[in-house]
């Protein structure tokens, strides 16, 4: 008889279940559909900036660079807007996040520059485009139709948490169900092992920092059509911070090769409905960082306890084998 195996997002989801009633039962303003809502569509940013960093996470890298691309490609948007219509500024900008994602896979694959050295750099450059466009000013969006990306509803579900929802599933389906996805989960678990099995690591790591890209820059188109606004400091606040707690926290591992797409956006909503709820409960923005601070400690202590606890169970079992005597052939009997 097949045994029936629990998800691997069992345990995140169900501390996210005890989040929600906890949260609720401190307040009933937290549990209504308005709050859930609210809730959904400002973890949407996260959610998105956690989904491109899962890719990268995946790998064996990191890419720090996201929360400046929310706040460039922001700014690109409403510039553009001032000349184009919004539907083409916003593929614009969002593709000028895609440059970044591959500059970021080409510095780290060609140069051998470690990611967190390129991401730090290329945040850097991420921050100062828009303050150098706009000269540290804000720029209004005057094309009302931009205001659907973040503002507009289907069937009354904000459309970002739509968007963030086809995005997610997509994911899911490549990492799982295509030949490049499983490359992404082999380089990153042992990227000499898989250039020797035929993995092409230049792809996988231009397109994992691509997607990353990507997906800072739709990031960024929400946030600015949430505000109409284009300014130069939006994403630079705590939005890196928990697209890295939300991706860890949802069981994907900062040494690369494990985790999957649904825990991370778990994580995204677990990270989100404690931010949400602690605005709720009147506690102050200082305490926010402290405890999502503590929820990646959390995090990355349990994934280096589990993965210390697979190695320590391979090199038992490989001990095991080299300590067992090759068993001697028998000597042919006399006649």
């Not at 195996?5 to 069992?10: G, K, Q, S, Y």
């Not at 929600?20 to 940013?45: D, E, K, R, Y």
């Not at 503002?151 to 970002?160: F, I, K, N, S």
Request: glycine share 12%.
């Amino acid at each position: 008889m097949r045994k029936f195996r629990l998800p691997d997002e069992t345990g995140i989801f169900l501390v996210l279940l005890v989040v929600l009633v906890v949260l609720s039962i401190l307040s009933p303003s937290f549990g209504t559909v308005h709050n859930g809502l609210t809730l959904l569509l400002n973890g949407a940013v996260i959610a998105f900036l956690a989904l491109g960093q899962t890719f990268v996470l995946l790998t064996g890298g990191i890419d720090l660079s996201t929360g400046a691309n929310v706040a460039m490609t922001g700014v690109l948007a409403a510039v553009l807007m001032q000349h184009l219509p919004w539907p083409v500024a916003s593929l614009l900008a969002v593709g000028a996040g895609l440059v970044l994602g591959v500059i970021n896979g080409l510095i780290i694959h060609y140069v051998k520059v470690p990611p967190f050295i390129v991401t730090f750099s290329t945040q850097g450059v991420a921050t100062a485009v828009p303050l150098i466009i706009t000269g540290a000013n804000s720029i209004s969006v005057r094309q009302a139709g931009f205001s659907w990306i973040g503002q507009g509803r289907v069937a009354g579900v904000p459309l970002p948490v739509i968007m963030l929802l086809v995005a997610a599933v997509a994911a899911g389906w490549f990492l799982t169900r295509t030949r490049l996805g499983v490359h992404v989960y082999a380089s990153g678990g042992n990227k000499s092992a898989a250039r020797l099995a035929g993995v092409d690591i230049r792809v996988v790591t231009i397109l994992a920092y691509a997607v990353s890209g990507v997906c800072g820059g739709i990031a960024g188109l929400i946030a600015t059509s949430r505000l109409m606004v284009g300014f130069p400091a939006t994403g630079l606040g705590n939005e890196l911070f928990f697209s890295i707690a939300a991706a860890v926290v949802g069981g994907v591992s900062l040494f690369g090769g494990i985790g999957t797409v649904a825990g991370a956006m778990i994580g995204a909503v677990l990270i989100a409905s404690v931010s949400n709820g602690m605005n709720v409960l009147n506690v102050s923005s200082y305490w926010q960082s402290l405890v999502i601070g503590l929820i990646i400690l959390l995090g990355v202590s349990f994934d280096t306890y589990r993965r210390g606890l697979s190695g320590k169970s391979l090199l038992s079992a490989l001990t095991s084998t080299s300590r067992k005597e090759p068993q001697k052939e028998k000597e042919p009997t006399a006649v």
